[in-house]
């Protein structure tokens, strides 16, 4: 773990000053140049274990915010949010209380055996800490309702006050219908938050998604320690979720169904027709789940760079990354997750970007979002999204950034989800510009597009992607790509910590990258579009 020592303190402490006193602030005639040094410098106060894993609803988290907020003032940016910098955003902290809890699975009057973790997981999703529940599960096959896909799910039958059994992922391609539903690649109609906010639209009383590894692109232990045991957080404000969420494994599932007197193969394999109606099952959810539930206030963090055209100053160009992660878990060993790549990393470069944007503008606004409790499912920038410091109407569009490159500089950058807008065609003229070009495009098996900050902006009609490194480095390709390759064995652990011998020019390069494609969109005659007939093409001010 890097710890706090007086030099360490004294060179942010430096940083600082020179932030608020930027050497070359006096010239504004050249294009602004991401500096490494403080972007160095926040990425290594930002992931230091005196922030603690910047936990939501943990102290490491507001340590971060408020930082965040006191370099925005050192930069002279604007607030973003009236006089403030911190944009509220309301969370309820839940933790189920499985040993508290009666509920049970039945069928054909028989309670089936069913141990929370091992073989089913379930929370409440609308922040309420008890529930009496007595309620008819219902097979809904994938449990989609997509206009576009001419895909129905639901056939209009009646499903108030039922609990939804549903699978994960998206109905498969055929050889008659090869690009249905995006082929191979997973579309948001196939993340399990799709199937959370399609069953509470159905007016159900709870929805349980069947995992397997091959649909949810993760194994079973995921699940478990996401669900099992710790705190998980949503949104206290606005729509809230069903009564009760949650998973079960294949092999509950293939019990539970044959004990309804159904074959689940059998029903799988009608869910992937589009004349699929949901089929009821000989089986309830009956008891009472109990959750200790909390509500915490966490903050958005809102910088804005003006724009300097009497009109187009009005629209704004966002830029955004979250700055939370895990926290501090766990009672014995390194029981802080210090995020430095993710998303330290991200953090980091906003403010050096910012630093940059302000000393030489651009016609439209630039705003500089730190989101708040993207870990937890985007929770920050759904927030956001829902109540707007700048109308979404005048949002021109979303780069955010999320895991910046800490091996070294490529040839090539990582736009995916920018060919769904006229973003796409920008996003290659700033490539060519750098010397660089587009990373070629991959099937989006994981629905990656989805899991990312972007999306809030993307789900209410502003064209938004993330911008994420290439692979085709400059130096030591080789090695180079095994470095990067080794750092999933650090995601989402304890060892995600900042390294001083980080090669930091692929990061650095990502941030410039980002800030001239933000000038490019920033300095256009018009608002870019999305593309004729993708899923999210809609006014952007629709919700």
């Known amino acids: 773990m890097h710890k706090m020592t007086p030099s360490f303190?004294?060179?942010?402490?430096?940083?600082?000053?020179?932030?608020?006193?930027?050497?070359?602030?006096?010239?504004?005639?050249?294009?602004?140049?991401?500096?490494?040094?403080?972007?160095?410098?926040?990425l290594a106060f930002l992931s230091n274990d005196l922030l603690e894993g910047r936990g939501t609803g943990q102290r490491g988290a507001d340590l971060a915010a408020l930082?965040?907020?006191?370099?925005?003032?050192?930069?002279?940016?604007?607030?973003?949010?009236?006089?403030?910098?911190?944009?509220?955003?309301?969370?309820?902290?839940?933790?189920?209380?499985?040993?508290?809890?009666?509920?049970?699975?039945?069928?054909?009057?028989?309670?089936?055996?069913?141990?929370?973790?091992?073989?089913?997981?379930?929370?409440?999703?609308?922040?309420?800490?008890?529930?009496?529940?007595?309620?008819?599960?219902?097979?809904?096959?994938?449990?989609?309702?997509?206009?576009?896909?001419?895909?129905d799910d639901f056939k209009?039958?009646?499903?108030?006050?039922?609990?939804?059994?549903?699978?994960v992922n998206d109905p498969q391609p055929t050889a008659e219908q090869p690009?249905?539903?995006?082929?191979?690649?997973?579309?948001?109609?196939?993340?399990?938050?799709?199937?959370?906010?399609?069953?509470?639209?159905?007016?159900?009383?709870?929805?349980?998604?069947?995992?397997?590894?091959?649909?949810?692109?993760?194994?079973?232990?995921?699940?478990q320690n996401s669900w099992s045991g710790v705190e998980r957080f949503q949104l206290a404000a606005g729509t809230l979720g069903t009564a009760l969420q949650g998973w079960m494994t294949d092999d509950m599932a293939r019990a539970l169904f044959k004990a309804?007197?159904?074959?689940?193969?059998?029903?799988?394999?009608?869910?992937?027709?589009?004349?699929?109606?949901?089929?009821?099952?000989?089986?309830?959810?009956?008891g009472e789940m109990k959750a200790a539930v909390r509500k915490v206030e966490q903050f958005n963090i809102a910088a804005v760079v003006p724009g300097t055209d009497p009109k187009l100053k009005d629209e704004v160009v966002i830029y955004s990354a979250h700055y939370d992660h895990l926290g501090k878990q766990g009672e014995s060993g390194d029981t802080i997750f210090n995020g430095a790549?993710?998303?330290?990393?991200?953090?980091?470069?906003?403010?050096?970007?910012?630093?940059?944007?302000?000393?030489?503008?651009?016609?439209?606004?630039?705003?500089?979002?730190?989101?708040?409790?993207?870990?937890?499912?985007?929770?920050?920038?759904?927030?956001?999204?829902?109540?707007?410091?700048?109308?979404?109407?005048?949002?021109a569009a979303n780069l955010n950034l999320d895991s910046l490159n800490f091996v070294g500089a490529?040839?090539?950058?990582?736009?995916?989800?920018?060919?769904?807008?006229?973003?796409?065609?920008?996003?290659?003229?700033?490539?060519?510009?750098?010397?660089?070009?587009?990373?070629?495009?991959?099937?989006?098996?994981?629905?990656?597009?989805?899991?990312?900050d972007h999306f809030s902006f993307a789900k209410n009609g502003v064209p938004a992607f993330s911008i994420d490194s290439g692979n085709e480095y400059i130096k030591d390709p080789a090695g180079s790509k095994e470095k990067a390759k080794a750092y999933g064995k650090r995601y989402h652990q304890a060892s995600d910590e900042y390294d001083a011998s980080w090669d930091l020019s692929g990061m650095v390069q990502t941030a410039q990258y980002t800030l001239n494609l933000g000038r490019i969109i920033a300095n256009s005659p018009k608002l870019p579009e999305w593309k004729a007939g993708d899923a999210f093409a809609k006014p952007r001010n629709a919700k």
């Not at 074959?263 to 027709?273: G, K, V």
């Not at 330290?344 to 500089?368: C, D, I, N, V, Y």
């Open 67 to 151: 930082y965040l907020e006191t370099q925005a003032q050192a930069l002279g940016l604007a607030p973003g949010n009236g006089n403030s910098f911190r944009q509220p955003v309301q969370i309820a902290g839940i933790k189920t209380l499985p040993a508290e809890s009666t509920l049970k699975l039945e069928a054909n009057g028989q309670a089936l055996p069913a141990a929370f973790g091992k073989d089913w997981v379930f929370a409440p999703g609308d922040a309420t800490a008890v529930h009496q529940l007595n309620a008819e599960l219902v097979f809904v096959g994938y449990g989609i309702k997509a206009d576009d896909e001419k895909w």
């Open 156 to 167: 209009g039958v009646d499903l108030k006050g039922k609990i939804l059994v549903a699978m």
């Open 260 to 286: 309804a007197g159904q074959d689940l193969d059998t029903l799988r394999a009608a869910a992937e027709r589009a004349d699929f109606k949901p089929v009821p099952l000989a089986a309830k959810v009956n």
């Open 9 to 42: 303190v004294a060179s942010a402490l430096a940083i600082s000053l020179a932030l608020a006193f930027p050497a070359h602030a006096a010239s504004t005639a050249t294009a602004p140049l991401v500096q490494e040094a403080p972007l160095r410098a926040h």
């Open 410 to 452: 490529t040839r090539d950058i990582g736009t995916q989800g920018s060919e769904r807008t006229e973003l796409g065609k920008m996003a290659e003229t700033a490539a060519k510009a750098m010397g660089m070009h587009i990373a070629r495009a991959e099937p989006d098996l994981a629905g990656g597009y989805f899991r990312s």
């Open 179 to 223: 690009n249905r539903f995006n082929g191979k690649g997973l579309t948001y109609y196939g993340r399990w938050t799709y199937k959370f906010e399609e069953a509470q639209r159905q007016g159900a009383a709870g929805v349980i998604l069947i995992h397997t590894t091959p649909t949810a692109s993760y194994g079973w232990s995921v699940i």
């Open 341 to 395: 790549v993710d998303n330290a990393s991200g953090s980091a470069a906003l403010l050096a970007m910012a630093q940059e944007a302000r000393r030489a503008p651009a016609k439209r606004s630039q705003m500089f979002l730190w989101v708040a409790a993207e870990e937890q499912g985007l929770l920050g920038s759904a927030a956001y999204a829902s109540s707007p410091l700048w109308p979404l109407a005048k949002t």
